[in-house]
């Protein structure tokens, strides 16, 4: 459920009902630095959700940071946002997109969305030396008429410092996270 395979044929795959449809929870056109959303975090593919708010933390030409506000304590700064924004935009993006071409844009933002949420951190069980830094799933391409745990946008999900490991034990540190968020970030992408 974590990674497609393959891309999908054309826009018209997608199953979008926007104007007078459901609702939908990534908010049209690119939001502001502070602007929050609800997005549905559930590792169910359609239902049930699991709804988290997230704030915009820094808004890049190709990409979007959110931060889960249920995240641990101690997150990234401001200036480590506007960062990773700023490799993303001019590192990952042209690699990725040169590739594979760029995504759809179903949620008129022209970005993709990155959710730093602990939700991803849960992903790893207790006491273990492995780790989950990141997923994209592919029912967040597909409009709440036809997965109501949609999203409706492209977005993937990240790993989030958590360096008193409130999440199963597991202390992931500021530095680690910023270490692996990068790579994360072009993998998740290229789905």
Same mark, same amino acid.
């Given at each position: &459920?974590?990674?497609s ?10 199953? +979008?009902? +926007?104007?007078?449809? #459901? +609702? ?16 549905? =975090?559930? *590792? ?7 709804? +988290?708010t ?13 931060e889960? /506000?249920? /995240? &641990? ?6 200036? *480590? ?10 590192? =990952? %993006? #042209?690699a ?6 760029? &995504? ?6 022209? $970005? =993709?969305?990155a ?8 992903l790893? &069980? ?5 780790? =989950?830094?990141? %997923? ?16 409706e ?14 999440? /199963?034990g /597991?202390? $992931? ?8 968020t990068?790579?994360?970030i072009?993998?998740?992408? *290229?789905?």
């Amino acid at each position: &459920p974590y990674h497609s395979a393959g891309r999908l044929a054309s826009p018209s795959a997608l199953v +979008r009902t +926007r104007s007078g449809g #459901p +609702r939908h929870n990534i908010t049209d056109g690119v939001p502001v630095v502070g602007a929050t959303m609800s997005l549905n =975090v559930s *590792q169910s593919f359609c239902t049930p959700t699991d709804m +988290r708010t997230g704030t915009v933390k820094a808004v890049g030409t190709h990409i979007i940071l959110m931060e889960d /506000n249920s /995240n &641990p304590s101690g997150g990234f700064s401001t200036a *480590q946002y506007d960062s990773i924004a700023a490799t993303f935009d001019t590192l =990952v %993006f #042209p690699a990725v997109a040169g590739e594979f071409g760029a &995504p759809f844009d179903i949620d008129s933002n022209s $970005r =993709v969305i990155a959710l730093y949420t602990a939700a991803v951190n849960d992903l790893t &069980p207790p006491a273990s030396s492995s780790y =989950v830094g990141g %997923f994209f799933y592919s029912r967040d391409l597909f409009s709440t008429g036809s997965c109501a745990g949609s999203n409706e946008g492209e977005m993937f999900y990240m790993l989030v410092p958590d360096s008193t490991g409130v999440v /199963n034990g /597991n202390s $992931r540190t500021k530095s680690f996270v910023l270490q692996v968020t990068v790579g994360t970030i072009a993998h998740e992408y *290229q789905h």
